[in-house]
């Protein structure tokens, strides 16, 4: 089986693509959209896996700031909440 080339995000279409470019840029309102996009969906996650309100918002904040440091490394061969 051949493998695929990434496409790295600058290369990709589509509006999370495009905030992904303006939060890798250091683009501050790009990464409140980020975090408000993803949030809700992150907190209850968490809080499935913890049980646990406070623990479940700690988490979520883990999550965030991982996603920040890891967004140069990004492919954009899928979607951020995969």
Partial sequence: MKSARAIPWSETTGSEATLVERCTNGDPQACQELVEEHRRMVYHLALQLLGNHDDALDLSQDVFLTVF?????????SALQT
């Fill in 69 to 77: 440091r890891s967004l140069g490394r990004l492919r954009g061969d």
